[in-house]
């Protein structure tokens, strides 16, 4: 159930025509049903509000500064196809959270910052994604080239805008391509500066006791200061696509269009070598061909599709 002042600042977000705002604060409702259990309740709200807009905002903290990316994504956890161990991993990071009031009766905390590393186009953006939209909560995706600042002292200053807001608004916070701040602060080519940066985000990381989530993806592990891993809660890895990933990804991409296209061994050979963005936009690809000259997808399509893919980087 809303609570008075959550109706009152509906009404005053009508009244003043400020979707964005009536948007948080449905959200809001909708992830106290969540936690209350009322799950079907949470779902209707959150597929309601999104009828009002599609579009992404930025959201703007108290200083107006424009620096996450607000979204409510839509995504579930069979959008994310990874290996079993990263699998497991994010189901228990969703069940910690979940039965968080249970492991606080025990004096135990659930799992809130999670890092995440591995090769580019393997996922860690989507399961920040899905992370959010399986626990009804809102994604804030921190914005790195607003973050960073060449004025001394301005990024710590911004970086604690973001762990402050973690109480208030509560939600997943996505700092994506983490290296830019997450440098090794033994590395010769570092400057003060970011050295500073760095220092006040593991300050900020360590003290935050908010109940937001806080997920750091990052492409280079061998960059990260190892002081940073001691602050997470827990680190999944990604890597390129195995041959059953290779196989679900066409499956799950193709299936809808074509019912009785199969991934043979020499299609998942070709593909070998692809991320997972990669085999999804080749699949992409061939939908769109399927549906502009009305005919079915072969296997030969795909595998053009897929040399195409390859020949990108060679020409590099």
């Known amino acids: 159930m809303a609570t008075a002042e959550q109706v009152k600042s509906l009404v005053k977000a009508h ?11 449905v959200l809001q409702i909708a992830a106290h049903e ?88 393997t996922g860690k953006t989507l399961t920040a994604s899905v992370i ?9 995706t921190v914005q790195m080239d607003r973050l960073v600042s060449k004025f001394m002292g301005e990024t710590s200053a911004k970086l604690r805008q973001i762990f402050d807001s973690m109480s208030v608004n509560e939600g997943v916070y996505f700092f994506d391509e983490f290296d830019a701040i997450g440098s090794d602060r033994n590395l010769d080519n570092e400057v003060g500066e970011m050295r500073r940066i760095l220092n006040s985000f593991l300050q900020f990381i360590e003290q935050d006791c908010s109940e937001s989530l806080i997920i750091s993806a990052t492409n280079n592990q061998k960059l990260l ?26 499956e799950y991409k193709l299936g809808a269009y074509s019912p009785s296209f199969i991934s043979d061994r020499s299609l998942i ?23 502009l000259t009305e005919t079915t997808i072969t296997e030969q399509e795909i595998k053009n599709l897929i ?9 590099a």
Do not use: W
């Open 15 to 25: 009244i003043e025509n400020d979707d964005e705002k009536f948007r948080t604060v």
């Open 34 to 121: 969540a936690r209350a259990g009322h799950d079907n309740s949470a779902r209707e709200l959150k597929s309601q509000i999104e009828k009002i807009t599609k579009r992404s905002t930025i959201y703007r903290f108290d200083t107006g500064s424009q620096l996450c990316l607000f979204t409510t994504p839509s995504f579930r956890i069979e959008d994310l196809i990874v290996t079993e161990e990263v699998s497991i991993k994010i189901e228990r990071i969703l069940m910690e959270y979940r039965n968080r009031r249970k492991l606080q009766s025990h004096g135990l905390a659930n799992r809130r910052k999670i890092l995440l590393e591995g090769v580019s186009g």
């Open 132 to 140: 959010a939209s399986e626990l009804n909560l809102p994604l804030f």
């Open 225 to 250: 200061d190892k002081a940073l891993f001691r602050r997470f809660d827990d680190v999944l890895h990604y890597d390129l696509p195995t041959d059953d990933e290779i196989c679900r990804l066409f």
């Open 269 to 291: 050979n070709e593909a070998m070598g692809l991320s997972h963005a990669e085999i999804v936009r080749v699949c992409d690809d061939a939908i769109k061909s399927t549906v």
């Open 307 to 315: 040399k195409e893919r390859h020949l990108l980087y060679k020409e």
